[in-house]
């Protein structure tokens, strides 16, 4: 099936003029529901992972994968999704995507222990790579420059339904199975394949130019090496062979990355981009505190249902507050970039969300929500609102015209590998600090060797500890209280680490970001 419009009119971009109007509605529910799929999965999943872990027995490191692996391959194909769009046709990558992603998905609620599932979220993120950056150029090439309402509609739609996300999947989780989580793409991905065939024209670029094949193997190879290693070396300790060789790879790929970049013609990062003052300032700032907000949305969610005991459909509710007001005051954050320059805000939205951190290391097990997260999510929300709009302002502004595209592009990556990383690295405090206390905790327990070695050989489950069998209820609660108390000691700890990097953040705007509001100052002064 074939929209009626003009191939050779659609290559040179201008498919607003050889499409009716009456495919735009479509064009538009298309990219919305496509792009929503990967913008939930990418967070409704931290809801299902407490269920997740008790159906499998599995460790935080293979909760940490089940994360790690769909954002690995976001992050790193992201770009080159984006690429293939513009060479091969943008509605053809995208449906690729949407498939790629719908099958993996039955995968991942069909999948029969952990590994494969963690095997399906990476096919998951190849698919995502495809079809999230394909949403937004579909919409960019379908309607005209002038019209801002499609991006504005596309980006609005795509806030709803990553804050409707985490609650409809903690309702399913709750009143069905977390595989449902998953599954509940099939349908959707069926309705985008469809209306893609239908109404969306296909479009390509007249001079697309070459994939960077060797910089996104490297990429990906860099990130997978750190990323092993890092989650491994809470297993196998850093002397482990597969641990010291990963990060020895890892790090080996990256060096290659940046040598690929700077060398080949088309490169998927051009390192030009990074001479821009404020370019490389607003990725440093967006780097440190979206490996921030990347750990937090992994803990949070565990700290609400395995310790604080919530069903999962309050605990997908719990962060709607922050979602919500990133979104009614988006407009209002924009304008204090007209009238204040970017400078400011960027200083200001980060130590607010820094203070934010703050609060969520205050309360320990059993607190009311209302009292204990519900203003912290606040402070944390308003930070980032304050936050986002001059971050993006900067980013756009930073660099020429006909690089929009790719610095936006380069910027949600790093954000995602900020996240991919931040995990992995943080991770390994969480589970040091909690074996830490939850140790000295059962020092004072009588404890035949044979129970505590079996607590002890389970630390690596975090709050998901399942306590041994054969103790009385006394000795049962008291353990399952050091649990509890052994989460949160290291939750504080991780809390107070986002915090500062939070902070980190705003002295990077304070030193890197230049006051001015246009491009044309902002490129004067980078």
């Not at 035949?448 to 006394?474: C, Y």
Request: proline residues 5%; contains cysteine; aromatic residues 10%.
């Amino acid at each position: 099936m074939r929209a009626p419009c003009d191939e050779a009119v659609l290559r040179s971009g201008a498919a607003e003029a050889a499409c009716g109007e009456d495919a735009k509605p479509w064009i538009l529910t298309a990219t919305i529901l496509g792009s929503s799929m990967a913008f939930i999965d990418s967070t409704v999943v931290n809801v299902a992972l407490p269920a997740i872990q008790a159906s499998f027995h599995a460790t935080v490191v293979d909760m940490q994968w089940v994360v790690e692996s769909y954002g690995l391959f976001l992050g790193a194909l992201t770009l080159v999704g984006g690429s293939l769009g513009d060479l091969w046709g943008r509605r053809l990558i995208f449906v690729v995507g949407v498939a790629i992603f719908s099958a993996a998905s039955a995968s991942c609620g069909l999948a029969s222990n952990i590994h494969q599932l963690i095997i399906a979220r990476s096919i998951q993120g190849v698919g995502a790579a495809l079809l999230v950056p394909g949403s937004l150029a579909i919409i960019s090439a379908s309607f005209d420059e002038r019209s801002r309402g499609p991006i504005g509609t596309w980006s609005g739609f795509s806030a709803i339904t990553t804050a409707v996300g985490p609650v409809l999947g903690g309702w399913l989780v709750e009143h069905a199975s977390w595989r449902w989580a998953f599954l509940i793409n099939l349908p959707i991905a069926a309705a985008v394949i469809t209306i893609s065939l239908w109404r969306i024209p296909e479009s390509r670029r007249a001079t697309a130019g070459r994939i960077d094949w060797i910089g996104a193997f490297f990429a990906t190879l860099g990130l997978g090496g750190l990323v092993t290693g890092f989650l491994e070396s809470v297993n196998s300790g850093w002397t482990n062979p597969l641990v010291f060789g990963s990060l020895i790879v890892g790090f080996a790929g990256l060096i290659a990355f940046v040598f690929v970049e700077s060398h080949v013609t088309s490169p998927m990062v051009p390192l030009t981009l990074f001479e821009s003052r404020g370019f490389s300032g607003a990725n440093l700032l967006t780097f440190l505190l979206y490996a921030a907000i990347g750990i937090f949305f992994f803990l949070f969610p565990l700290n609400l249902i395995q310790v604080q005991r919530y069903p999962t459909t309050p605990a997908g509710a719990a962060l709607l507050p922050l979602i919500l007001l990133m979104f009614l005051l988006s407009r209002w954050a924009g304008g204090l970039v007209a009238r204040y320059g970017p400078r400011g805000p960027l200083i200001i939205g980060p130590f607010v969300a820094g203070t934010g951190f703050l609060l969520f290391a205050v309360p320990s097990v059993g607190n009311s929500y209302w009292i204990a997260f519900f203003p912290a999510i606040v402070v944390l929300g308003f930070g980032m609102t304050v936050t986002v709009a001059p971050l993006t302002t900067v980013v756009m502004n930073s660099v020429k015209g006909d690089r929009l595209g790719t610095a936006s592009g380069v910027n949600n990556a790093v954000a995602r590998v900020a996240g991919v990383l931040a995990i992995a690295v943080l991770g390994i405090v969480m589970v040091k600090a909690f074996g830490f206390h939850l140790n000295r905790s059962l020092a004072g327990f009588s404890l035949s060797p044979d129970i505590l070695q079996e607590l002890q050989s389970n630390e690596i489950k975090l709050a998901g500890l399942q306590i041994p069998a054969g103790l009385d209820t006394t000795a049962k609660t008291a353990i399952q209280k050091s649990v509890g108390d052994a989460f949160i000691y290291g939750f504080r700890i991780v809390m107070l680490l986002c915090s500062g990097l939070s902070l980190a953040s705003a002295a990077v705007a304070w030193r890197l970001i230049p006051q001015d509001r246009d491009r044309a100052s902002l490129a004067a002064n980078s």
